[in-house]
């Protein structure tokens, strides 16, 4: 059996009442659809798409002989200034690593109009040092880039390596002809637009 309520007329606004009056004239049929309720706008945020679609590089670089810089997905693919950007790096071990390497991140405006950011880091979020990784290993390296409110870059160029702390030096690249590179083993993983 069905509680009363279910039988109590709807009230709905004269605007309503007066557009469904104004079809029913005209021969038009209409049907009166309640509003979503509050309920459902966090599942409708949920639904909705990132500010730009990921960035997806490729690299190729090789460190070494032991290191495999394969590429890189940035997200979003557009930094806006105030927001950070994650940035995922694919490395694949070529060979085992006899020291304790981390990576050196130089985050610099396109147009050379603001200090360059270093984001250097232990890979792996500091929880698997170089000197464990395994020969034919593919690992992921993740870290965030933060532009500072109201910056005027158009662009950020983000170059990337590896560099052992102790002796100061890095890894060197063994392919520079197949990547982008300053001739100082430092890798352009990826230039990043900024957005408004």
């Keep these: 059996m069905l509680p009363v309520a279910a039988f109590r007329p709807k009230i709905i606004s004269m605007r309503s009442a007066f ?13 009166i659809v309640e509003a979503p309720s509050g309920e459902k706008h966090a599942e409708s945020q949920r639904a909705v798409a990132p500010k730009a679609p990921p960035l997806s590089v490729t ?17 979003p693919g557009q930094i806006l200034p105030g927001d950070p950007v994650k940035v995922s790096v694919v490395l694949n071990v070529l060979d085992r690593l006899d020291k304790d390497y981390m990576v050196f991140v ?24 170089t000197t464990l990784w ?29 560099w052992e702390p102790v002796s100061d030096t890095r ?24 957005g408004e």
């Design 19 to 31: 557009m469904l009056l104004a079809c029913t004239l005209l021969g038009a049929t209409a049907c």
């Design 59 to 75: 690299s190729g670089a090789n460190l070494g002989g032991k290191v495999e810089i394969v590429g890189a997905t940035i997200q």
């Design 106 to 129: 130089h985050v610099e405006d396109a147009d050379g109009r603001m200090d360059r950011m270093n984001v250097d880091h232990r890979p792996i979020g500091g929880t698997y040092p």
């Design 134 to 162: 395994k020969k034919g290993e593919t690992l992921k390296d993740d870290f965030q880039i933060y532009l500072p409110p109201g910056s005027r870059s158009r662009g950020l160029l983000v170059w990337i390596g590896f």
């Design 171 to 194: 890894i060197p690249l063994k392919n520079p002809e197949t990547v982008r590179n300053d001739g100082r083993d430092r890798i352009l993983l990826a230039r990043i637009p900024v």
